[in-house]
């Protein structure tokens, strides 16, 4: 019986993502996570730049992929913790290598933050999780 339960709760997590305890029992919804495709808007000056982050989290780390109009690039030193999501992009941008520093908090499936472009100064983005 105690195992028909267990196995109950595991399933409830999973289609839910909520958490579940019972006599004994506790189980915890997964961690929230920023693995996936996000499509941010850029407030660059002159014009909104569309970039697309494509991530992978593991624990608190984050890799992935960077790319828009302007280049791309490799998603490197990334964490998610509390909400919080920090990054460094070596990234090739109208064919020029440039550091990219990425903050931002994610609220569910929304990021609102900065992007910093060494030389060329911070600007404010927001965007979405692809679904």
Known sequence: MRSLILICAL????VTGVSFSGPGIVVEA???TVSGKWTL???APGEAVNVVLDLTQK????????????GSGKI???TFKEKKLTA???????G???ELQLEG????EKIIGSLTAGGLGTFPYSGKKDK
């Open 96 to 98: 020029t290598p440039t």
């Open 88 to 94: 460094t992009i070596t990234a090739d941008i109208q």
């Open 41 to 43: 808007s850029v407030d």
């Open 76 to 78: 490197t030193k990334g």
């Open 30 to 32: 997964a961690a929230d």
């Open 59 to 70: 624990g608190d780390e984050v890799s992935g992929t960077m790319s828009s109009t302007h």
């Open 11 to 14: 399933i409830a997590v999973a």
């Open 105 to 108: 908090t994610v609220d569910g």
